[in-house]
């Protein structure tokens, strides 16, 4: 079989003849019989050499006696110009020097007149066929000379050995990968690379497979020269001789040790936590659940115990979170050393909250001695760089299989204990009891996570657009803050944010949706949206901080969005505490050109006193005003007195909650145009949000055209 797939050969033949009648005789037996051939032809010689000079035929047939030049001139001067052309001289000239003239020049073929057609047709196929041939081995020696270089010059090391794994030939790239030369190689066996790193199992495979005829691919740990380590990725195919049987074998192995590190380094980010080096929470639920199958099948007990630290928020706040993070670093050593038996897992779970597992324990008596081993390991000192720290731990602890039977109830449960240990004074241990996950150590969970939830990225917004019944277009996106617990789901906000209330951390989570909210809808902006208002919800307590209006500003300033752009839902409840605050804190932030609305409208301190004395824009309607807005005729007259005055303040008035035709035609006849609820859109993720604003901006210009 040839090593190059041959093209279809379509030869160029040159057929120069004075005489007409001959040239097209000829000329309907070569096209006839050669039907692959492209058939140009000439009246003479000088026409034949022109001609040539043009198409280079493969293949030229001539008469020798024409006029103006005869064919043997006509042959000498394309001799000149190429050596290789093939001729076959048709002529009745029977002189012997002219014979021998033209043997002289190189005819291949001399056919006298009147012509043969059977040797005609011979010396043609004859000519064609070596013209082939050699086109052919020209191919093929410039497909070796093209694969001679490939090997040479190409990064991939190729070897071939003998059927015991002799070397027998190597290319540079070999001697680049491995650093022996060509003669350091040639005789020794290719197991001059092997590292020991490699299972003794994978070269098993490898030489059963190349050894019953079977091409192999894998990984290899080799050892270089220099004794350097460098993973290769390597097929090797066997080589036969004609009867089939195994001479040798050829491998060509490609240096992927960068991929691999780079690997590594990725799949360690996946599995392991960046301060401690410890297993990430991910990593441990694939731990947790394979030891859990180890201990179902062999009848044993395992542990999970959930650590926290205690009051850890003091030393961040006090010391700084470098110091902090030297403290998660020592934590996680002390850890380590409390839990040293093998099989023994400590993993970070993320912020300061460690988690442990202790599997084919025995009794439980084993599992309370580490746990109070660990409780006595954290009540001496840490003794970090430049501070020495004192700090307690608080553990709960949860047993397979009477706890539980999959990670995930394992963990919860381990994590119920431990706020239950909490409850308990803290510096202390508590095993998991059925009824623990009631509503308050559910809620002492819920506590604990929110302090981390900002660190850990757990919250993330939604948006939903307030809309322009009358000309279809938003006025507002409102944002909302979503809680994704990674245990409990989706926490509703009813539930989380008086609870960031309560324990203080409303403030950082009401920042960063401001920042988060501000930098989306210049996003949007950017993106070429028209632009309209984001609007944040702040409560009470957010307006009562002195440096409400300097976050704002500075917030405003970071993400480059305008002012104008910002619209801040605030509740009727912001004058209760502190009115002068609220007040200097609102006016300030109406003169940046920060819209004022006022959220949930009539369903709190509803007196009248309060809107002359802070910048208001807008009144929304409470949603529970709207849901029976169609069949309460209270809510309905409550619609109307809100609406009509705000026209009489010159406020704009937006209705919450609307979700039905028959309530936005009603809220339409009232002349309250702006509206915001589950008929236009429920509250959206950014990039789904993204795709209303792009088909509802197609849509408008729809119209227009």
Known sequence: MDILTKDTFKPTVLYVEDDEVSRRMLSLVVTSEFPNVTLIVAENGQEGLDLFKKHAPDLIITDVRMPIMDGIRMAKNIRELNKETRFIVITADKDVNRVLEAIDIGINHYVLKPIDNVKLKSAIKSCLTAIEQERHVREQLEFFRKLSRAVDQGPVANIVTDAEGNIEFVNPGFTRLTGYTYSEAIGKNIRILKSGGTPTEEYRRLWKAIKSGEEWWGELLNRKK?????????????????????????????????????????????????????????????????????????????????????????????????????????????????????????????????????????????????????????????????????????????????????????????????????????????????????????????????????????FILYYQPKINVKTGLINSIEALARWIHPDFGMVPPTQFIPMAEE??????????????????????????????????????????????????????????????????????????????????????????????????????????????????????????????????????????AVINMAQCLNLNVTAEGVETEEQRSLLESLNCSEMQGYLFSKPLPADELSRFLDNLQKKHKGKKR
């Open 226 to 458: 220099s004794g350097e380590l460098f993973w290769v990725s390597v097929s090797i195919s066997p080589i036969t001789d004609a009867s089939g049987k195994i001479t040798n074998f050829l491998s060509r192995q490609e240096d992927i040790t960068e991929r691999k590190q780079k690997l590594e380094t990725i799949l360690h980010m996946a599995y392991y936590d960046s301060l401690t080096g410890l297993p990430n929470r991910y990593f441990f639920q694939e731990l947790l659940q394979n030891a859990m199958t180890q201990a179902q099948r062999h009848g044993r007990m395992l542990a999970v115990l959930f650590l926290d630290l205690d009051r850890f928020k003091n030393i961040n706040d006090s010391l700084g979170h470098p110091v902090g993070d030297q403290l998660l670093q020592a934590t996680a050593q002390r850890l380590r050393d409390c839990c040293s038996r093998e099989g023994d897992i400590v993993a970070r779970r993320g912020g300061d909250e460690f988690i442990v597992l202790l599997p084919e324990l025995k009794d439980q008596q084993g599992l309370v001695r580490v746990a109070q081993r660990i409780i006595d390991a954290f009540n001496r000192s840490f003794h970090l760089p430049e501070n020495e720290v004192s700090i307690s731990t608080s553990i709960g602890i949860s047993i397979f299989p009477q706890d539980g039977s999959d990670p995930e109830t394992l963990i919860k449960k381990a994590d119920a204990a431990m706020y239950c240990a909490k409850e308990e004074g803290r510096n202390r241990y508590h095993l998991f009891k059925t009824g623990m996950n009631s509503q308050p150590c559910e809620r002492e969970t819920l506590e604990g996570s929110l302090h981390k939830a900002l660190d850990r990225g757990e």
């Open 503 to 640: 324990i203080g951390v409303i403030g950082p989570l009401g920042e960063w949706v401001l920042r988060t909210a501000c930098r989306q809808n210049k996003a949007w902006q950017d993106a070429g949206h028209p632009p309209m208002r984001i609007a944040v919800n702040f409560s009470p307590r957010q307006i009562q901080q002195r440096d409400m209006a300097d976050m704002v500003e500075r917030i405003l300033a970071e993400t480059l969005l305008e002012a104008r752009w910002l619209e801040l839902d605030i509740t009727e409840n912001v004058m209760l505490r502190n009115e002068k605050a609220a007040v200097h804190t609102i006016c300030r932030l109406s003169k940046l050109g920060v819209h004022i609305s006022i959220d949930d409208f009539g369903t709190g301190f509803s007196t009248f006193s309060y809107i002359k004395k802070i910048p208001i824009n807008t009144l929304k309607i409470d949603q529970s005003f709207i849901s029976d807005i169609c069949s309460n005729l209270n809510d309905e007259a409550i619609a109307t």
